[in-house]
């Protein structure tokens, strides 16, 4: 082979096996994983460096030289084998992030590249968005009240365990409202952190809204729009005479399988339809119970249909919805919709 000049081409790193070209003499350390190169005697040949690649040049051919890597021993900054019975000591890359930038080790726990000033991953693990306000607690509720007698847009932030509303006991004071009693209604969390509502023996009762259809005995109160209905049994015929023999005028008596009576303010009943054999419907226009002025009302707002327990309430896709009397204890989600009294409110958890 002819004779050729010889020349440095890079430097292998004694940590992490990367060749280093060019540059890597100049830094003095590995690019990869910043672990300092050992040059040995200063002025040594860069052919009597363990770690180095000499290659040897000419016009017409080059010849590799092996490469001749020293394995360190634990302890100086390079990999060791496994030893027996114990663990690997790990490389320099583990305990450092490499600047991208500039290849400069950046050690775990700083924020900025010491050299360049790039922002380093462990910055932006730190960050994190903070909540606008110190009343917003995950898990925890909000009652926005979207409609009320005197007033409208307050909310009620229900971050204790339990929370009491009245007209003028508790922790949330309806005033002004007279369909609302002085303890009317108890919001509060259970063991696995979800909202109850529960009466507290109003003469009112607490409505919530319900979507699709739900099944309910007779006796239940729902409301549909700006009015309240009631579910009873069907009305039996009288046919019992005066006490001088004469029967009280009527129409004829058709039957039903039950009734929906108006409840009117002060408990009086207002108008009242039976259920035969099809389900009855209430609403604005062209129904059993129709009610024009009402605008809250949608044209066919709820179907009524009897069933062997009670009946089936059913609401036809209304944009204000359709609430039941709840009896007992009734869990809240996120966007239900609770009518105490006069007021209208809805759930909102905080994400």
Same mark, same amino acid.
């Given at each position: 082979m002819e004779a050729g000049t010889t020349e440095l081409f890079g430097l292998v790193c004694p940590a992490c096996d990367t060749l280093a070209l060019a540059g890597g003499e100049a830094s003095g350390r590995c690019p990869a994983c910043g672990a300092a190169y050992d040059l040995g005697v200063e002025g040594a040949s860069p052919a009597a460096v363990p770690g180095s690649a000499v290659v040897e040049a000419s016009a017409e051919a080059s010849v590799e030289v092996p490469v001749e890597v020293e394995l360190r021993q634990p302890g100086d900054g390079a990999s060791a084998l496994p030893v027996e019975g114990g663990e690997e000591t790990p490389?320099?890359?583990?305990?450092? *992030?490499? +600047?991208?930038? +500039?290849? !400069?080790?950046?050690?775990?726990?700083?924020?900025?590249?010491?050299? +360049?000033?790039?922002?380093?991953? *462990?910055?932006?693990?730190?960050?994190? /968005?903070?909540? *606008?306000?110190? !009343?917003? %607690?995950?898990?925890?509720?909000?009652?926005?009240?979207?409609?009320?007698?005197? /007033?409208?847009? &307050?909310? *009620?932030?229900?971050?204790?365990?339990?929370?009491?509303?009245?007209?003028?006991?508790?922790?949330? %004071?309806?005033?002004?409202d007279n369909w609302t009693s002085p303890k009317h209604a108890c919001f509060y969390y259970d063991d696995a952190n979800q909202l109850y509502v529960r009466d507290e023996g109003s003469l009112n009762g607490v409505f919530v809204r319900f979507r699709g259809s739900i099944e309910v005995p007779l006796g239940t109160q729902f409301a549909a729009g700006n009015h309240y209905f009631r579910v009873e049994p069907p009305a039996l015929p009288n046919d019992v005479p005066g006490p001088d023999g004469t029967y009280f005028f009527h129409g004829i008596w058709q039957g039903g399988d039950l009734k929906v009576v108006e409840l009117l303010e002060g408990g009086e009943p207002g108008n009242a339809a039976h259920v035969r054999g099809e389900p009855l419907f209430i609403g604005?226009?062209?129904?059993?119970? /129709?009610?024009?002025?009402?605008?809250?009302?949608?044209?066919?707002?709820?179907? &009524?249909?009897? !069933?062997?327990?009670?009946c089936r309430l059913t609401d036809l896709g209304t944009k204000n919805g359709t609430f039941i009397r709840m009896a007992g204890d009734a869990p809240l989600q996120h966007g239900d919709y609770v009518i105490i009294g006069r007021q209208l409110l809805r759930v909102e958890v905080t994400p």
């Open positions: 490389m320099e890359s583990a305990r450092h *992030y490499v +600047c991208p930038s +500039c290849f !400069t080790p950046i050690p775990a726990g700083d924020k900025f590249c010491g050299r +360049c000033g790039l922002a380093s991953p *462990y910055e932006k693990q730190e960050l994190k /968005t903070e909540y *606008y306000s110190s !009343t917003q %607690i995950p898990g925890r509720v909000r009652l926005f009240l979207l409609k009320g007698r005197d /007033t409208e847009w &307050v909310s *009620y932030h229900l971050n204790s365990r339990q929370h009491v509303l009245g007209r003028s006991q508790g922790v949330i %004071i309806i005033d002004g604005r226009e062209d129904c059993d119970l /129709t009610f024009h002025d009402d605008e809250q009302m949608e044209l066919r707002h709820v179907q &009524v249909e009897p !069933t062997p327990n009670g």
